[in-house]
């Protein structure tokens, strides 16, 4: 009986490192194994919060706005809260999140 390793997008994956994330508070991975990450907080924040920052309306990267706590579209204006809720169109479906969590200085994601 042979156990089968899950599939990588199934299992944490690290994305970046905590120096990363430190630097401006959010780190934006393109390509990872579970698909585009932003990562928002800091090594010292209690819960990250991680979402695949690609726009459902057209496919766009969203911008964070730290001070506003929302996520904003550039091509247009589409806004989506933490939880990937969508605040306001022309979106109209919400974003993918992940759980997010620290290893030591790594920055671990999971679908
Ligand atoms: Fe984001 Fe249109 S692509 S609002």
């Given at each position: ?72 579209c ?37 679908p």
């Open positions: 009986e042979t156990t089968e390793a899950a599939p990588a997008s199934k299992t944490w994956q690290k994305v970046g490192t905590t120096a990363d994330l430190d630097k401006t508070g959010q780190l934006l991975v393109t390509k990872s194994p579970v698909g585009p990450v932003l990562v928002i907080g800091t090594s010292k924040a209690k819960n990250l919060i991680a979402v695949n920052p690609t726009c459902t309306h057209k496919g766009c990267t969203l911008a964070w706005k730290a001070k506003d706590k929302k996520l904003v550039p091509c247009h204006q589409a806004e989506f809260g933490t939880d990937g809720e969508v605040k306001k169109g022309p979106a109209q479906n919400p974003l993918k999140t992940y759980v997010a969590k620290i290893e030591g200085k790594s920055v671990l994601v999971k």
